[in-house]
């Protein structure tokens, strides 16, 4: 019998049939909580806070009477303080333009005045605007303009004067002002292309950056070294815990340098989102190191974009902000075990199968985002990656040492970069090698599309990987594809097609065109406004040699992509206008061609050329006269136009320029114009022409170039619509990419990526 008192009731509960608790046991009969319950609690909790704060900015930015002045257009007398640097970018007619976001801190108008606190877009001109740095406060003159919808912006400032400083920049901004100029003066030294990227590797400078090099990091999949990344802060941060390990300081001291270099490297090289993101984690694991707690990749992230969704709901559509996490995320979950697998499997070093693991699982993480943003995949990217990986750090370590080093000793920030520039050498050369590979980007669906079809072939890859069995399917999948590819590709007409005699490039909104001159030459009439693009149509065709450029006048849509053409070609001479309409232009154009020793040349109506098949002859304009005025901005320019008749054994055709009705006009009545089989149109089809000129050339093919969704409403219906009346068929770059004409039996024919045409005047 148990003693009256025992606490331990353990008879009874064996009468019971029950088993014996143990000592201290306390019988709980309400439900245990479900991990999930806290999960999907703390998951609305932090939903419910982002929605709010995007609900909040929303309202604040889109509703108020700086929304309505700028839905009105109002001028306004405005004070703002810059929150970025000013960048420089190409606008209309030659001109350049400054782009920086602000912001608006206090307006006025005829009948009051208000200080509020929104972001602004400002878009302005003049010299005035490069020196100036973040946080500095201006007062500006401007007429406003609503934002493109999608954009947590309040308005757009376009600003025609200079602004009038108020404040000067803040101490902090002012040193990262220094820094970034002195490495870019030390930069000098380098080659160009070196000088244009090592400086927005390490602190995010762009500003010459050379476009080829920017096109090509992009197309081999090394876009993240365009500028500077998370990559770069992290590689800041190890540097300071190696130094301050080798200066014996304790553990909270490492940690707090670390975090004290990482925030001053993000004021210098500007705060980008993958910076931003950068920064937030390496705060976060700088605490966890001085606190002694386990680092916890996965959970940091989570907390640097909850973070920075909360503060900045707008980068929720940023395309940067998607792919710095998505790669993060891919190193963090993917990484590990990839580089494991590789050491089981293949017996690699350590070090060799991380080397391979992160750049492979990074390009796995944001291949979804990139078909979303440019419908493509990059096959080069993994090799790319893994050969340029090791000259990141000592670009970005020597880079920001020079510019510490610049404002006190500039002799030493130069030694300091020519062994960096030997770096960022390096990682030009690998994204070179990567575009010149076949297949180097596959083109790709777009939308729900594309991201359905990356998730099925991700499916059959893994697949094939794990089952043995899937593999002899996969064999026989390739090689039915591989039969496929070589019957069926002959079919497709190749590019370019054989014998073509001129070619439109597909440079956008702009011109560039390309008239055959023999084998591997040709003659460029205009550039198109991007070097980039109109390189990579001489590249298709195989010319290497030019002997004449022809730039019809000094818009930039005509004549920016001349650097494109001299890229690695020979030029004989370049012909211009007689008529000087936009002197900036022409002097800055006149002045690069000098420097480059090409000569620059003027030919009046009558001037001829005998180029391979092609006969040119000089029409228009007369370099006694002034160009027509005309009533549009930029009309007298484009009235400057060279018009060219160009002759072929099969027919001719007449290149136009930008002319519009009062030069075509003069044209008809000067009885200077010819017959031609094809007309490119003028000015990109706007609707400025006369249908007695269109009438007069009597031709049955009509070339438009143009750029796709572009601002202008080019090709204006109008001129569509009369060149259906005179029964000419068009041919427009933006639906049909390259455009060619070439010979076929004795006649003109357009040929457009495969699709073939008779441009054959009737009998």
Known sequence: MQPQGDPHPQAEDSRRGGIPHPRGYRQDHGRRPRPWRNLIIATLVCTAAASASVAARVHAVTTGPVAVLARQGATITAEITLTDDPKIKPGRFGQEQVVVHATLDAYRTARRREAVSLPVLVLAHGPAWRPLLPSQRVRVTTRLAEPTPGELTAAVLLVRGNPSVLTPPSHVQAVAGTLRQGLRTAADVLPADQRGLLPGLVVGDVSRMDPQVSADLKDSGLNHLNAVSGTNLSIVAGAALALSRLAGLPLTVRALFAAVAMIGFAVVARPSPSVLRALLMGLVAAVALGTGRPKDGIAALSAAVLLLLLFSPDLAISYGFALSVCATAGILLLAPRWRDRLKLRTRLPGWAAEAVAVPSAAQVAVTPVLVLMAGQVSLAAIPANLLAGPAVAPATLLGFAAALVAPFWPEAARLIVVPAGYAVGWIITVARWAVGLPLATVPWPGGVTGLGLLALAAVVVTLLIRRRAWRAVALALAAGALVVLLVFRPLVAPWPPKAWLMVVCDVGQGDGLVLAAGPGRGVVVDTGPDPVTMDRCLRRLGVTDVPLVILTHPHADHIDGLSGVLRGRRVGAVVVSPQRTLEQQASRLSADLARRRIPQ?????????????????????????????????????????VVVHVRWRAGSALLSGDIETEAQDDLLRGGLLPQADILKVPHHGSPRQDPAFFAAVGARAALISVGAGNDYGHPAQPTLSLLQRLGVRVHRTDRSGDVAVVEREGHLAIVSRGRQEDARPPP
Request: aromatic share 4%; hydrophobic share 35%.
């Open 601 to 641: 040349w003027t030919a009046p109506p009558g001037a001829r050329w005998r180029l391979g098949p092609s006969e040119l002859t000089v029409l228009a304009p007369e370099p006694t006269r002034a160009a027509p005025a005309g009533q549009g901005e930029g009309s007298a320019a484009n009235n400057s136009s």
